[in-house]
């Protein structure tokens, strides 16, 4: 058996042809969608994320501000330009740009951008409406990848899941949103005793770890769907997933490639955030 590539690319495409036409209503309406980045310093792969988000936006017809401000900014001064977009109302959504330096608090500006333009889904009220399973802002990646398994036509609802990270960013949230589908959810981490005997009962297994090919063929139940989240640079300068991907490809039915599996959709998810929020001023 060779695993079903799950296409991010191909869906990302498609739910991105959607919004550009749901933009074009908006603007009928007098309303431009518009998203605000931040970007503090010059890290090569922020910089990257941020030029691919720009890219993306701009091709739907977003409004796409970028302030980027040297490493020293201040977080005072940072938390005062999100307040200039909170009162901005020609911005929907606002984003800043993670990691942040060691000497801002990156709690401290996820809670002063308004959670009515917190379009990362990242704010402590968005987070909580997520866990109650209301109408809100959902992270990108999280909701990318659950866009990606209803593309396989698979009914989540009673499926075993195992999700390998608890980052805020992925781990914890994507878990949530599969609970809230109705799947058994089982988180794994680095003081997990014992790692494969838990992955190897997922029916949906998601790799989120930082690790590259860390997760191998034997780990992995046959018949499972893995979604990869990982993009890890190898000396050779290739880029790989925290799966194994051509050994574990033997193995399962459904399978994320990197790049070009959960990468695509959270931008897509991005855009889908900020065309929602103005949708909402209206």
């Known amino acids: 058996m060779t695993a079903t590539i799950i296409d991010g690319k ?3 495409k498609e739910k991105r042809g959607q919004l550009a036409k749901e933009v074009e209503e908006l603007k009928k309406q007098g309303v431009t969608p518009g998203l605000a980045v931040i970007l503090i310093g010059d890290d090569p792969a922020s910089l990257s994320y941020v030029r691919g988000k720009k890219k993306a936006a701009e091709a739907m017809g977003i409004r796409f501000q970028l302030d980027h401000f040297d490493a020293s900014f201040s977080e005072q001064e940072l938390l005062e330009v999100i307040d200039q977009y909170n009162n901005n109302d020609d911005f929907h959504g606002i984003l800043v740009q993670l990691p942040l330096p060691d ?5 401290a500006v996820i809670e002063r951008i308004s ?22 802002f959902l992270p990108c990646t999280p909701a990318g990848i659950v866009e990606l398994l209803r593309k396989t036509g698979i009914d989540l609802s ?13 781990g ?11 799947a058994t959810v089982t988180y794994c981490h680095s003081r997990t005793a014992d790692l494969t005997a838990h992955t190897k009962k997922a029916d949906i297994l998601i790799v989120a770890v930082g690790k590259a090919n860390f997760i191998k063929a034997d780990q992995i139940k046959d018949g499972a769907v893995v979604i990869d989240v990982g993009v890890n640079r190898l000396e050779t300068g290739k880029l790989a997933g925290d799966v194994a991907f051509d050994e574990a490809k033997e193995k399962a039915s459904y399978i994320t490639p990197v790049p070009g599996g959960v990468g695509p959709m959270t931008i897509t998810m991005l855009a889908h955030n900020t065309v929602k929020s103005a949708k909402r001023s209206i």
Do not use: C, W, Y
Not at 129 to 136: A, F, H, S
């Open 115 to 136: 959670p009515d333009k917190d379009v990362d889904g990242f704010h402590p009220l968005n987070v909580g409406k997520m866990l109650l399973g209301e109408d809100t």
């Open 10 to 12: 191909e869906t990302a």
């Open 103 to 107: 000497h801002i608090s990156e709690q």
């Open 158 to 170: 009673g499926k075993e899941v195992v999700v390998v990270g608890r980052s805020n960013i992925v």
């Open 172 to 182: 914890k949230p994507v878990g949530q949103l599969l609970l809230n589908e109705n």
